[in-house]
């Protein structure tokens, strides 16, 4: 057998199993020789993609398409009912059904994000809903519990009204403002951000007057441009910006270097625009008192409106009210204002 056709050698020279075994005295049984002329029907041929194509062989002019499903989001937790997020632990206040788990649900916004194990990563809540679904319900009922877990309630403009029973519950006041009433809000006030201020060096003093300043550059573009010309808004440009801003410098005593600064008003503001000093008509580059004036009319008209119109009463002088930051709510009643129209909507 040894040397036979069809126990080939290796190409480097070694025996193959069948030789090996052949050099030991078993014969392994060989492929038989392909016979000429018989060749057997082929028993798996290549189909394309739509089938044989032959006749009553099911072929199909077109691929079958995917099939493509639309849903709304209230059906498609069919599909996919077992996609949820992961729950939540139970601390903080009780407040209803988790409709995933059947579970009861309790809120603890400030526990949640200061635990690394809960998956949130932001306090703050969104409460969506069609206009009587019970969102204010909803939201007076989470303040009420949680002030159980040391929360304390804040509602920065309450339009309806609505906080005052809650207040009252606290025994707390709530701060209304409105004409014929007492109570006034300067948007001019520094807040918080005047403590300490004779203790920073130049470069921190300048960041922080860089934000004083900023916001309150803000609020007077969107107090003046809340006023109308037809159906325009009244234009705040760079130039106004920047007659504004050296104008509050002056009034607070930024402008002068003082350690010390003066809080201001809105009526304050439009009078030295309307009496402007030298060194204000110089600082914003005017060729004269006259240029001045000129060039500002636009401005000083709309902040005028503001203080004899509708701002009169309301925001047009130092605040006179003092938020209790330790008591268990505070809130601003602004229902008032309603009769007032959009006027004060910049400032809600
Ligand atoms: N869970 C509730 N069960 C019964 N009545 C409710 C519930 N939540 C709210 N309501 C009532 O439904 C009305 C509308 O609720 P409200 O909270 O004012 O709705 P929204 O603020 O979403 O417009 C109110 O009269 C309220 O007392
Ligand atoms: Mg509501």
Not at 323 to 338: C, N
Request: with cysteine; net charge neutral; charged share 20%.
């Amino acid at each position: 057998m040894s040397g036979s056709p069809r126990t080939p050698r290796r190409p480097n020279g070694g025996r193959t199993v069948s030789r090996l075994l052949a050099d030991f005295g078993h014969d392994l049984p060989c492929v038989p020789p392909v016979q000429q002329g018989a060749r057997e029907a082929r028993l798996f041929r290549h189909a394309s993609r739509r089938g044989p194509r032959r006749a009553g062989g099911g072929w199909a002019p077109a691929p079958a398409p995917v099939s493509a499903w639309r849903m709304t989001s209230d059906q498609a937790p069919v599909l996919w009912p077992f996609i949820s997020t992961p729950g939540l632990p139970p601390t903080g206040a009780q407040m209803g059904i988790d409709m995933l788990s059947g579970g009861a649900f309790y809120a603890d916004p400030n526990g949640w994000i200061l635990d690394d194990d809960v998956p949130v990563t932001n306090p703050n809540i969104f409460s969506f809903g069609k206009p009587g679904r019970g969102k204010s319900a909803t939201t007076k009922a989470f303040c009420l519990r949680m002030t159980d877990f040391g929360y304390r309630i804040l509602v920065l403009g309450d339009p309806k009204d609505e906080y005052e029973g809650l207040c009252r519950f606290f025994g707390v006041e709530p701060f209304a403002i409105g004409h014929g009433l007492p109570t006034r809000i300067n948007p001019l006030a520094f807040g918080p951000l005047l403590q300490g201020w004779e203790q920073l060096d130049a470069a921190q003093a300048q960041g922080r007057a860089a934000v004083v300043f900023g916001r309150w550059l803000t609020l007077v573009r969107g107090l003046v441009g809340s006023q109308r010309i037809g159906e325009e808004r009244v234009p705040f440009g760079p130039t106004d910006e920047v007659v504004v801003k050296a104008a509050l410098q002056t009034l607070t005593g930024y402008a002068h270097g003082q350690s010390q600064l003066t809080e201001t008003t809105i009526p304050a503001l439009w009078h030295l625009l309307d009496n402007p000093t030298g060194d204000l008509v110089a600082k914003c580059r005017y060729a004269g008192e006259r240029h001045f004036l000129d060039d500002t009319r636009l401005l000083r008209d709309a902040l005028g409106q503001l203080v004899g119109g509708a701002l009169a009463g309301l925001f047009d002088d130092h605040t006179t009210i003092d938020v209790d930051w330790s008591a268990p709510i505070q809130s601003l009643s602004l229902s008032r204002l309603e009769a007032l129209g959009d006027e004060q909507s910049g400032s809600r």
